[in-house]
């Protein structure tokens, strides 16, 4: 469980970001460092959104009144082909301070997910009098991490006429580095049921809808360019999915799909007192700034259902902005 906590936050870029000293950025000024954190952080603030809003159904078969599962899903949202999220253009045309030692104006540098590393940049004062260099920070893809990963808890109970609750959590952990926790909650409903031949189709069809939660925060280690207290990341993420979802009725193996939309949001925040030590801008600055990320897409997926009793297993992948790997252990009843 240790393990699924760790990889949780090392999705929210919590780990890649710390290692890479990205408040060094400040050094810059504040109109800088807000513009890199904005572009460095989108691409994983949306493949988060994408993994974690996946894995809310195995079934389009609605559970009876009182039939229950409970299950342990773990999502991947794959971003290896990804180059496009991998990286982003940077042109110090659009920076006031920052630049490229090697007098580049304009490259392609890492983003939270990439791998591209070695990028030195510098700040200098008018008069070329005082400088500052820094690497800028790379991204999970430089710890062979590609894919960004999520995992909860998911309870599922049949009410009545066709309608299933579910509801998924992380429940609260805190860390030395990091503290983290999920909820969602969710509600299925299968319109075969109201067909007079309900019991002898071999199909289900049903809708989804999906609501999830999660926040966290990291503690940054300080750099010897800026130092500080209390430096942290805080991030909050919400999506939303509708989804149509069929599957067969068969009593062990059984396959299922669906075709969806999602929408999410994510907004981190920079928090802390940090103080640029060198450089020619060395100033104060005390819970910096805001950044916030959209998505929205087309999801669809196609998946199996193993039923061996009180034990099943399913796997799924969706095809979207960030193709997803689902896979679950399930215990119900029904």
């Known amino acids: 469980m240790k393990r699924l906590l760790s990889l949780v936050a090392l999705a929210c870029g919590f780990q890649a970001m710390a290692q890479s000293n990205i408040n060094e950025v400040l050094a810059a000024g504040l109109d800088d460092a807000e513009r890199f954190t904005t572009d460095y952080l989108a691409p994983a603030s949306e493949g988060f959104m994408y993994s974690l809003s996946s894995g809310w159904y195995n079934t389009a078969d609605a559970k009876p009144l009182g039939g229950f599962e409970i299950s342990i899903?773990?999502?991947?949202?794959?971003?290896?082909?990804?180059?496009?999220?991998?990286a982003f253009e940077l042109n110090t045309a659009d920076y006031d301070n920052l630049q490229f030692v090697d007098g580049s104006s304009s490259k392609l540098v890492?983003?939270?997910?990439?791998d591209i590393e070695g990028i030195r940049v510098f700040i200098e004062d008018e008069n070329g009098l005082l400088r500052e260099e820094f690497d800028l920070p790379s991204g999970l893809a430089s710890e062979n991490v590609n894919f960004v990963p999520s995992g909860f808890i998911q309870a599922s109970v049949g009410l009545i006429k066709g309608t299933e609750l579910k509801a998924r959590f992380l429940p609260k952990i805190n860390t030395d580095d990091y503290t983290i926790g999920m909820y969602g909650i969710g509600i299925q409903h299968e319109v075969t049921k109201h067909l007079p031949a309900d019991k002898i189709l071999p199909?289900?069809?049903?809708?989804?809808?999906?609501?999830?939660?999660?926040?966290?925060s990291y503690d940054f280690t300080d750099s010897n360019i800026v130092a500080?207290?209390?430096?942290?990341?805080?991030?909050?993420?919400?999506?939303?999915?509708?989804?149509?979802?069929?599957?067969?009725?068969?009593?062990?193996?059984n396959f299922y799909g669906g075709l969806g939309y999602l929408t999410g949001s994510s907004t981190t925040d920079?928090?802390?007192?940090?103080?640029?030590?060198?450089?020619?801008?060395?100033?104060?600055?005390?819970?910096?700034?805001?950044i916030k990320k959209d998505a929205s897409g087309v999801t669809a997926n196609i998946g199996a259902k193993l039923k061996l009793g009180f034990f099943r297993l399913h796997a799924d992948y969706a095809l979207a902005e960030f193709n997803t790997l689902s896979v679950g252990v399930n215990f119900g009843f029904r």
């Open 270 to 290: 920079v928090l802390g007192t940090y103080t640029v030590q060198s450089g020619p801008f060395q100033e104060s600055y005390v819970d910096p700034f805001s």
């Open 110 to 114: 890492s983003s939270a997910l990439g």
């Open 228 to 253: 500080g207290q209390d430096q942290k990341l805080e991030v909050d993420v919400n999506t939303w999915v509708f989804q149509a979802v069929v599957s067969t009725k068969l009593p062990i193996l």
């Open 203 to 216: 199909i289900a069809i049903s809708a989804v809808i999906g609501y999830t939660h999660l926040d966290g």
């Open 73 to 86: 899903i773990g999502n991947m949202a794959n971003f290896k082909n990804k180059e496009n999220k991998k």
